[in-house]
Structure formats: structure tokens, C-alpha cells
């Protein structure tokens, strides 16, 4: 079964719009550079952004982690930063998917 690493970010009050469209280019990213399987942005009810990231096992993840997961578009990378107001430097959660009865393929939800 696949790894998941979730991750979080508190958004500048008015930069929410820029930290999604950084946070998907990213993640189009990180998945060509380092083989994730992709991710989901979801928002909880504190205001902070949590992403949920899949991964094909847990050393794909680890490798991408320890080179920081870093990726050759300085744009998209300094709107992101730019954004932020507070994140934290280790995942909120890393585990094991151990059953996926999760509809995989749909499309995106509309901002």
C-alpha cells in the first residue's frame, strides 16, 4: 500500500487565492520531480491549510523530504513563501495506508 505525509500551513489573511495556485503548481511539481502520487488541500476549522500528500512507499516520501522537496521554479516557489504566516518544519502525520476503499480519479472541486 501507498505512504501518506500531511502537512500544514497557516495563509496570510488576503493571500489565500496566491498560496492555492503556488501550492498546486508545486504539487504538479514535487509529483514530476519526485514521483509523488499527488495531494489534497483541505482546510480545518482553526483556518490553517492541511495538505495530504500520497506516496508510492515511504522511502519515495523520505527522499523527497530530506532534499526538501525542492524544485526548479523560483516563482512558484517565492509565492508560496510569500504567502505563509506560520507552518511547521516536520509533518503533522506520516502513515501507512492500510486499506483504500477511497474513489480515486475525480476532479478537482472548483475554488
Request: overall charge negative; charged content about 35%; proline content about 6%.
Amino acid at each position: 500500500m501507498t505512504f501518506v505525509a500531511a502537512c500544514w500551513w497557516r495563509v496570510k489573511p488576503g493571500k489565500e487565492e496566491q498560496f492555492r495556485s503556488a501550492w498546486r503548481r508545486g504539487t504538479e511539481l514535487i509529483r514530476k520531480h519526485y514521483g509523488s502520487l499527488g495531494s489534497r488541500l483541505h482546510r480545518d476549522d482553526t483556518g490553517r491549510f492541511i495538505g495530504v500528500a500520497e506516496w508510492p512507499d515511504r522511502d519515495t516520501w523520505q527522499q523527497a523530504f530530506d532534499a526538501k522537496m525542492k524544485y526548479d521554479d523560483p516563482a512558484t516557489r517565492a509565492a508560496f513563501l510569500d504567502s505563509l504566516e506560520e507552518w511547521a518544519d516536520e509533518p503533522l502525520l506520516l502513515m501507512e495506508v492500510t486499506d483504500d476503499p477511497l474513489e480515486h480519479g475525480g476532479d478537482d472541486p472548483k475554488p
